[in-house]
């Protein structure tokens, strides 16, 4: 039988845990990374694309994902490469898409199968994506960097020639925990 201080001491460090990776807790094993992401402000643009693919259902599911989801600034720099995915040629990424195919190839570039804290984020490190193209995370000791390794020879991209050659994008914060996988804000757009 644990003391009650003990349990106080291992409530209390459970709790100081959740915090430090950037969970509130109680909330942390309630919501998914579907609902996580829409609690906080700072990925709604991220969002309305996944709304706009179709892929709520999987993001919600119990199988156990990591994300790195762009924070909305993130898209103001990627609005002209936006255009060939959204309706009319517009750029805004909140109209109806006409090609939901490479919309869900972008949303599946931000995603890896597994739950990965920044912790196991170490050295330089490549990941397959569920979209089938890798990430590359760089971590340093003092920030961790995602980029595409190989923006020519990815199996899901839809670039040419390297066009999606661009700097790496930077986790700006905490891991964020859900009950089914980790969200990992980052400042830019990947493209496959």
Known sequence: MISLHRRHFLSTAAIGSAMILGARPGQAQTRNVMDTLAADGR???FIDIITQAGVTDQLR???SVTVF???NQAFDVVNARM????SQGSGNINQNSTDPLRLRALIAYHIVA???PSSGLLNDRRFKT???AELLVANDGSKIAVSNPAPEQQTGSFGAGGLNVQAPA???GPDIIANNGIIHAISQVLFP
């Open 61 to 63: 599911s119990t199988a």
């Open 83 to 86: 255009t060939e995915l959204t």
């Open 130 to 132: 569920v979209n089938g």
């Open 114 to 116: 597994g739950s990965m």
């Open 69 to 71: 989801a762009p924070v």
């Open 170 to 172: 930077l986790v700006v």
């Open 43 to 45: 990925f709604s643009r």
